[in-house]
C-alpha cells in the first residue's frame, strides 16, 4: 500500500526525475518543488516544470537568489572557469555551500504547510563529487533538526544515496523510465538538455554510468 502524499525536490535532472518516478511509485500523491537561485543553468527551471506537467504532478518552483550571493562557485557565476576534474585537495568549484541544506529546509516549511512529511531528495553518497551535503550523515542530522525544529515526524528519503551512477540508470530502467530521463531531463552543467555537452563533470558522470549501465545488459 502507498503512502499518502511527498514532496521531491526537484531539478529536472537525471537524478531527481529518477526520484520523482520512484516516488509516484511509492505515494499515491506526489508534488515538485524546484528552486531558482542564480544558476547558469536556468533552464533546469523550465525542464523541470515541463516535466511535471507530463507526468501530471504538482510543479512549484521558489526564487531563493541569496545562494548565489553567499560564495563563490562556478555554477552561478559565470566568470568563474568550472573544474573539468575534482581537485585533489578541496571540493570541485560547482560546489554551491549550503545548497542541499537551504533546499530540504526551506522544502520541509513548505511541504509541512500542506500536510506533507515525507520528502524526496536525489542525493548520493557513491556519486556525491566531493559535495559534503550529498553525504548520509549529513541527511540523517539533518533530519533529525527539522524534525526538533518544527516538533513534527519529517522522513528524508534518498532513493539514490547507496547507489552509483549505472545503478541510477537500472532504477529508471526498472521504474520504465529509462529513456524518459535520458531524453528529457538536464543533467549538464552547462545548460544542454538529453546527453548534454560531453565534457563537463556532470555529463562525465552521466555518461559513463549509462555505458556501464548497457554494458551490463548487453549494450541494449
Not at 527551471?45 to 560564495?71: C, Q, S, T, W, Y
Not at 559535495?131 to 542530522?141: A, E, G, N, V
Amino acid at each position: 500500500m502507498r503512502k499518502s502524499s511527498a514532496l521531491v525536490v526537484f531539478s529536472g535532472g537525471q537524478d531527481s526525475t529518477t526520484c520523482l518516478f520512484w516516488a509516484l511509485k511509492h505515494f499515491s500523491k506526489v508534488t515538485t518543488l524546484t528552486f531558482r537561485y542564480g544558476q547558469k543553468h536556468e533552464l533546469e527551471v523550465e525542464m523541470a516544470r515541463k516535466i511535471a506537467g507530463e507526468l501530471g504532478v504538482e510543479f512549484n518552483v521558489m526564487d531563493i537568489p541569496f545562494i548565489a550571493n553567499l560564495g563563490a562557485n562556478s555554477l552561478t557565476d559565470s566568470s568563474i572557469e568550472m573544474d573539468q576534474e575534482k581537485p585533489a585537495d578541496s571540493f570541485p568549484n560547482t560546489f554551491v555551500p549550503g545548497r542541499n541544506h537551504f533546499f530540504l529546509s526551506i522544502a520541509a516549511v513548505f511541504a509541512r504547510e500542506r500536510g506533507i512529511f515525507d520528502l524526496v531528495t536525489g542525493v548520493s553518497q557513491t556519486d556525491f563529487s566531493g559535495y559534503p551535503d550529498c553525504r548520509d550523515s549529513f541527511i540523517k542530522s539533518l533530519n533529525v533538526t527539522l524534525n526538533l525544529a518544527m516538533d513534527e515526524q519529517f522522513a528524508i528519503h534518498t532513493p539514490l544515496m547507496w547507489i552509483d551512477k549505472a545503478q541510477t540508470w537500472e532504477l529508471a530502467d526498472s521504474l520504465g523510465a529509462l529513456d524518459f530521463i535520458r531524453n528529457k531531463t538536464l543533467t549538464c552543467y552547462n545548460g544542454i538538455p538529453g546527453d548534454g555537452c560531453g565534457h563537463c563533470p556532470a555529463c562525465k558522470l552521466r555518461r559513463q554510468g549509462l555505458e556501464k549501465y548497457l554494458a551490463s545488459r548487453g549494450g541494449k
